[in-house]
Nanobody, 126 residues
Framework: QVQLVDAGGGSVQGGGSLRLSCAASGRTFSSLDMAWFRQAPGKEREFVIAITKSSDMAIYVDSVKGRFTISRDNTKNMAYLQMNDLEPEDTAVYYC???????????????????WGQGTQVTVSS
């Protein structure tokens, strides 16, 4: 079993930055692929970005390319989401997620991930 705790959300103005963190426990962190999703009010949960076990590949949606960066530190069982140049459209609850294996065609599917953080609110004002 895996437990995830995500944190770091807050309220910022457009153009600002936030760094989200995800702490994992329960098994070897390096055996998990990691991802971040977000969900805005009235909308479905949306894939944002993912990273493989050894950080050799990242997958992300076009809307965050060049602004968001995912990283991980396997020695600390931590994953991070660095968000720069935030826009009001980025406002959502952000969730950390983990899975044993992801492939190119499944990384964006929430059903791929059996482990989830509780969510952290990100609010970006104009």
């Amino acid at each position: 079993q895996v437990q995830l705790v995500d944190a770091g959300g807050g309220s910022v103005q457009g153009g600002g930055s936030l760094r989200l963190s995800c702490a994992a426990s329960g098994r070897t962190f390096s055996s998990l692929d990691m991802a971040w999703f977000r969900q805005a009010p009235g909308k479905e949960r949306e894939f944002v970005i993912a990273i493989t076990k050894s950080s050799d590949m990242a997958i992300y949606v076009d809307s965050v390319k060049g602004r968001f960066t995912i990283s991980r530190d396997n020695t600390k069982n931590m994953a991070y989401l660095q968000m720069n140049d935030l826009e009001p459209e980025d406002t959502a609850v952000y969730y950390c997620a983990a899975a044993s294996y992801i492939i190119q065609g499944s990384a964006r599917n929430p059903s791929t991930y059996p482990y989830w953080g509780q969510g952290t609110q990100v609010t970006v004002s104009s």
